[in-house]
């Protein structure tokens, strides 16, 4: 959820064997969006300086140059031809959909891949998932079945 989209897709990127499928609510996938605050977002500005420092950045420059976002490892995600799962909230003005899922989305079926987005409308970031989470549950088991 949220940050864990970070996480999640480069792990998967780099390990697609060991995946199955993936579940993502409100993902971030862009750093420049969350926490950096560079589109609609106001970001978090703690967070971003703690991303700097983590990277060993210096100047803002250097910093937007960042290229290991999950929308940078598209061709490896869709490579790894495991199916995605995305639920966004439409009003999410934390991780706003048309800079993150939107655009994650479109590359990735641009290059053949296998991605599903819920859209809940008017809801912002909170709450994650959904009020039934049968369709979350179904996709999981459909992509474990499938890859037996």
Same mark, same amino acid.
């Given at each position: 959820? $949220?940050? /864990?989209?970070?996480?999640?897709?480069?792990?998967?990127?780099?390990?697609?064997?060991?995946?199955?499928?993936?579940?993502?609510?409100?993902?971030?996938?862009?750093?420049? &969006?969350?926490?950096?605050?560079?589109?609609? &977002?106001?970001? &978090?500005?703690?967070?971003?300086?703690?991303?700097?420092?983590?990277?060993?950045?210096?100047?803002?420059?250097?910093?937007? &140059?960042?290229?290991?976002?999950?929308?940078?490892?598209?061709?490896?995600?869709?490579?790894?031809?495991?199916?995605?799962?995305?639920?966004? /909230?439409?009003?999410?003005?934390?991780?706003?959909?048309?800079?993150?899922?939107?655009?994650?989305?479109?590359?990735?079926?641009?290059?053949?891949?296998?991605?599903?987005?819920?859209?809940?409308? /008017?809801?912002?970031?909170?709450?994650? $998932?959904?009020?039934?989470?049968?369709?979350?549950?179904?996709?999981?088991?459909?992509?474990?079945? $499938?890859?037996?």
């Amino acid at each position: 959820m $949220s940050r /864990g989209g970070l996480y999640s897709y480069n792990w998967a990127a780099r390990n697609p064997d060991k995946v199955v499928c993936v579940y993502a609510d409100a993902p971030v996938l862009d750093v420049r &969006s969350w926490p950096g605050g560079k589109g609609k &977002s106001n970001g &978090s500005p703690g967070d971003w300086e703690k991303f700097k420092k983590d990277y060993g950045y210096t100047t803002e420059e250097e910093t937007l &140059s960042f290229k290991n976002n999950p929308l940078d490892q598209v061709a490896a995600l869709v490579n790894g031809k495991f199916p995605m799962l995305h639920v966004v /909230g439409d009003a999410d003005d934390v991780v706003p959909v048309d800079e993150n899922t939107a655009l994650f989305e479109q590359k990735i079926k641009a290059l053949g891949g296998t991605i599903t987005v819920i859209h809940k409308p /008017g809801i912002g970031h909170h709450p994650h $998932s959904l009020a039934n989470p049968e369709p979350i549950v179904d996709f999981i088991l459909t992509a474990v079945k $499938s890859k037996r």
